[in-house]
């Protein structure tokens, strides 16, 4: 799911950052800048934590429209001129309620990534506070409800993990993505091309945007795999991902008539993103590589 490939391209100097540790923490830096163009109407695109061709554009027109030099790079300039949320960056102050900023858009974005739903907007309000203070008792800190360096160091850490037990052999991954396909109907061929090109069927991957395991599954859509088309928790699991993936994807092809591409390219871009501006041109180019896959592995 969108987008499990790490497809930061050369955008991902969209940030330029003035922070000590610039290199570490850039992809976590792209949800701040996403929020700030968003709130100018200029990015539509998902708040995923990736710098691709949607935010890069957003940039360029935003420093078009502003006199600022057109080079894509959300430097100290261009950070100024976005205003309240265009600073200041995250990990450099302690955030608190009715804080405002880049910084408590990418707490927000980075509480919804760990399973803590918070809307990503740079307000730091009541579900920001109630996300964060869950996070904290969670992770076993001090649950102040303040965003200070510890949880900003818990926050970095990564996203969702497995629980614990013996790691899934390549044969029992096969097995599950086969046994989850029949289970819901779906070709298998279709099932095994996608988890290969989203994760090489690696359990524990997890991308910058917090999309984890075989199937690269968001924090978001686990939780509306389980509440909405399941009605059940699903454990967190190699095999539960896969269900969920597997799930989500039968989900996907009844509300798009069973068209593949549409289908393929709505789990990776988001079925609401598909609907309103079509396949990007890197969705494109996702699911000509899934159909080329699926021809290989047969099934």
């Given at each position: 799911?969108?987008?499990?490939?790490?497809?930061?391209?050369?955008?991902?100097?969209?940030?330029?950052?003035?922070?000590?540790?610039?290199?570490?923490?850039?992809?976590?830096?792209?949800?701040?800048?996403?929020?700030?163009?968003?709130?100018?109407?200029?990015?539509?695109?998902?708040?995923?934590?990736?710098?691709?061709?949607?935010?890069?554009?957003?940039?360029?027109?935003?420093?078009?429209?502003?006199?600022?030099?057109?080079?894509?790079?959300?430097?100290?300039?261009?950070?100024?001129?976005?205003?309240?949320?265009?600073?200041?960056?995250?990990?450099?102050?302690?955030?608190?309620?009715?804080?405002?900023?880049?910084?408590?858009?990418?707490?927000?974005?980075?509480?919804?990534?760990?399973?803590?739903?918070?809307?990503?907007?740079?307000?730091?309000?009541?579900?920001?506070?109630?996300?964060?203070?869950?996070?904290?008792?969670?992770?076993?800190?001090?649950?102040?409800?303040?965003?200070?360096?510890?949880?900003?160091?818990?926050?970095?850490?990564?996203?969702?993990?497995?629980?614990?037990?013996?790691?899934?052999?390549?044969?029992?991954?096969?097995?599950?993505?086969?046994?989850?396909?029949?289970?819901?109907?779906?070709?298998?061929?279709?099932?095994?091309?996608?988890?290969?090109?989203?994760?090489?069927?690696?359990?524990?991957?997890?991308?910058?945007?917090?999309?984890?395991?075989?199937?690269?599954?968001?924090p978001a859509t686990w939780r509306y795999v389980e509440d909405v088309?399941?009605?059940?928790?699903?454990?967190?699991?190699?095999?539960?991902?896969?269900?969920?993936?597997?799930?989500?994807?039968?989900?996907?092809?009844?509300?798009?008539?069973?068209?593949?591409?549409?289908?393929?390219?709505?789990?990776?871009?988001?079925?609401?993103?598909?609907?309103?501006?079509?396949?990007?041109?890197?969705?494109?180019?996702?699911?000509?590589?899934?159909?080329?896959?699926?021809?290989?592995?047969?099934?």
């Open positions: 799911m969108r987008p499990a490939r790490l497809t930061v391209l050369t955008a991902l100097a969209v940030i330029l950052l003035a922070a000590p540790d610039a290199q570490a923490i850039a992809d976590q830096q792209v949800p701040g800048l996403q929020a700030a163009l968003r709130a100018r109407g200029l990015y539509l695109g998902p708040i995923d934590g990736i710098a691709g061709p949607m935010t890069d554009r957003a940039v360029r027109t935003f420093q078009r429209r502003h006199e600022l030099r057109v080079d894509g790079i959300a430097g100290t300039r261009t950070r100024r001129a976005l205003g309240r949320l265009g600073r200041p960056l995250f990990g450099t102050r302690v955030m608190r309620p009715r804080a405002v900023g880049w910084d408590v858009a990418v707490l927000q974005f980075l509480l919804t990534r760990r399973g803590h739903r918070a809307g990503v907007d740079g307000y730091f309000g009541d579900e920001t506070a109630r996300a964060l203070r869950r996070f904290q008792r969670r992770a076993g800190l001090t649950v102040d409800g303040l965003a200070g360096p510890a949880t900003v160091r818990a926050l970095r850490s990564g996203g969702p993990r497995p629980t614990r037990g013996q790691r899934p052999s390549p044969a029992s991954i096969r097995r599950g993505l086969d046994r989850w396909a029949g289970r819901y109907g779906v070709r298998p061929s279709i099932v095994r091309a996608l988890a290969w090109m989203e994760s090489g069927n690696q359990p524990n991957v997890t991308s910058p945007a917090g999309a984890w395991g075989v199937m690269q599954v968001m088309l399941l009605g059940s928790r699903v454990p967190r699991t190699a095999d539960g991902n896969i269900r969920v993936g597997v799930t989500y994807l039968h989900h996907l092809l009844h509300r798009f008539d069973f068209d593949q591409r549409l289908t393929l390219g709505a789990y990776n871009q988001g079925p609401a993103s598909v609907r309103r501006h079509g396949l990007f041109p890197e969705t494109r180019a996702f699911v000509r590589d899934v159909v080329a896959l699926q021809r290989r592995v047969g099934g």
